[in-house]
Each structure stands twice: as C-alpha cells, then as structure tokens.
C-alpha cells in the first residue's frame, strides 16, 4: 500500500492540516511530493467552505529542500525545476489564507514554501537558511518570494552566505511572524487560523489577492528569466559536485573549472 506524501486533515469547518509526509527523508522535495501538494492545494481551494491551510511538516523537520538524489538526474531537471515554480506559486496565490507551522529546519526549496505562506508560525529549534550557492546552484525561484518579502540587505545575507538562521533571527527579518515552543506551533497556528476566520471570507480573498497583486507585478514579468538562471545553474558542473558533496557528507571541491575556493 502507497503511502501518501502529502495528508489532508480538516480540522474544523473552514480550517484544513496539509501535513508533508516524507519524514524518513525529512519531507524533501520530490517530484511527486510536489504535484501531491499542487493538487491538495487546488482540491481545497476549489471548496468555497475551505479558507484556511495550515502547512506543516511530519517527522523531525519541516521541509529539507530539493531531493538532491532526484534532482541529480538530468533527466528530471526540467520537471523538477517546473515542479518547485508550480509549488511556490501555488502556495502563494491560492485563495486560502496559508499558515506555515514550522520546526526542525527549513532549507532552500523547504524555506521558499515556508516563505511562500501568508503567515508563519516557527517553533523556537527551527533553523532557516538558503545554502543553494553551497551546493553549486542559485536560488533564482525562491527569490521570486523572498525578495518582495524582506529588505535587500536581509535577502543578500541569506543568500550570499548560505548560512542557517534562528527562528529569532528571521523574526527579525520578518520572515516569520510568531516564534513558539515546538510543543505550541500546531496550536498558534490553529489560533491565527481561527482568528482569520472570524473576518468576512470574501473580504479576506479580495484582501489577499490585493496583497500579491502589489508584491507579485516584477516576479510575474520576470519568472522565465528566473527559471533559466535556475536551470542554468542546476546544469553546471557546480551543481554535480556540490550534490555529490552534500550526499558524500563531505565539503564540496571547488575545482578551477567548476568555480573559486573561497
């Protein structure tokens, strides 16, 4: 028996879990995950009595990011890359008002989906961070959501470095919004849920679409220079050696051909 890789669980009337179900690989992004989440997603929104999402992870984390075994095939590239733009926007322009529950870490692709909710609310042992230029790649889709979401300065720290962040810190940044014990994520975020809840579902829709309009106008009229700059580096010869380091479990070798040793 298949075991699901993305669970619906109503919580209330108005107020669905989408729990991502891959804890044995810390929930990382498939293929398949990825279009289980796509279509979770559009099978509530479809239901005008839906207006929630809580998004969370099942196991020790939230999300780790690419599945770095499947994204080293060149064969899957493509679909890969297609896959992870149809998840952030899916995410992102839904009709329900999203809330991430995060703990554990959110990292690169991982972080992107957390980013890309509405509200987050992050446990207080999360770590965040966007390693992608660590692993010979660049972080050209999940730009498409932070940088309208926090100062310039913020996103080239997070970007540039590579390094993971506290729950605190990107409280800071504004990345997240509540900062909870690990035992309190779940219940923060039905609380914000149930807040929501009591504005009126129209005027919240019409609130949050006026929202992206204003933060989405320069991603929508660049997005296919993103997805090239995303292929591009994924195509690399950084991006083989960065994956065969990560999966070695040892730093990446940085040769002349493939870039510079800091």
């Given at each position: 028996?298949?075991?699901?890789?993305?669970?619906?669980?109503?919580?209330?009337p108005?107020?669905?879990?989408?729990?991502?179900?891959?804890?044995?690989?810390?929930?990382?992004?498939?293929?398949?995950?990825?279009?289980?989440?796509?279509?979770?997603?559009?099978?509530?929104?479809?239901?005008?009595?839906?207006?929630?999402?809580?998004?969370?992870?099942?196991?020790p984390?939230?999300?780790?990011?690419?599945d770095?075994?499947?994204?080293?095939?060149?064969?899957?590239?493509?679909?890969?890359?297609?896959?992870?733009?149809?998840?952030?926007?899916?995410?992102?322009?839904?009709?329900?008002?999203?809330?991430?529950?995060?703990?554990?870490?959110?990292?690169?692709?991982?972080?992107?989906?957390?980013?890309?909710?509405?509200?987050?609310?992050?446990?207080?042992?999360?770590?965040?961070?966007f390693?992608?230029?660590?692993?010979?790649?660049v972080?050209?889709?999940?730009?498409?959501?932070?940088?309208?979401?926090?100062?310039?300065?913020?996103?080239?720290?997070?970007?540039?470095?590579?390094?993971?962040?506290?729950?605190?810190?990107?409280?800071?940044?504004?990345?997240?919004q509540?900062?909870?014990?690990?035992?309190?994520?779940?219940?923060?975020?039905?609380?914000?849920?149930?807040?929501?809840?009591?504005?009126?579902?129209?005027?919240?829709?019409?609130?949050?679409?006026?929202?992206?309009l204003?933060?989405?106008?320069?991603?929508?009229?660049?997005?296919?220079?993103f997805?090239?700059?995303?292929?591009?580096?994924?195509?690399?010869?950084?991006?083989?050696?960065?994956?065969?380091?990560?999966?070695?479990?040892?730093?990446p070798?940085?040769?002349?051909s493939?870039?510079?040793?800091?």
């Amino acid at each position: 028996m298949t075991v699901p890789l993305v669970l619906v669980e109503p919580l209330e009337p108005g107020v669905s879990i989408v729990t991502l179900n891959r804890p044995e690989r810390r929930n990382a992004l498939s293929i398949a995950l990825m279009r289980e989440l796509c279509e979770a997603v559009q099978s509530l929104a479809a239901d005008p009595r839906e207006r929630v999402l809580i998004l969370r992870g099942a196991g020790p984390a939230f999300c780790a990011g690419l599945d770095l075994q499947e994204a080293a095939d060149p064969q899957l590239i493509d679909s890969s890359a297609e896959w992870v733009k149809r998840s952030l926007s899916t995410i992102r322009e839904t009709s329900l008002i999203t809330i991430c529950a995060a703990h554990g870490g959110a990292i690169a692709g991982g972080a992107g989906l957390m980013a890309a909710c509405d509200l987050v609310v992050a446990a207080d042992n999360l770590k965040i961070g966007f390693p992608e230029v660590r692993r010979g790649l660049v972080p050209a889709l999940v730009s498409t959501v932070l940088c309208g979401k926090l100062r310039d300065g913020d996103v080239r720290e997070l970007f540039l470095l590579g390094e993971l962040i506290s729950a605190k810190r990107a409280k800071k940044m504004g990345l997240v919004q509540h900062v909870v014990t690990a035992e309190q994520v779940l219940a923060e975020a039905e609380r914000l849920a149930r807040t929501i809840l009591l504005g009126g579902p129209e005027s919240v829709r019409q609130t949050k679409r006026l929202l992206n309009l204003h933060a989405n106008l320069e991603a929508d009229e660049r997005i296919e220079e993103f997805i090239a700059s995303h292929l591009q580096a994924r195509r690399g010869e950084e991006a083989s050696e960065g994956a065969a380091a990560f999966l070695d479990k040892r730093p990446p070798n940085w040769t002349p051909s493939t870039g510079t040793t800091p």
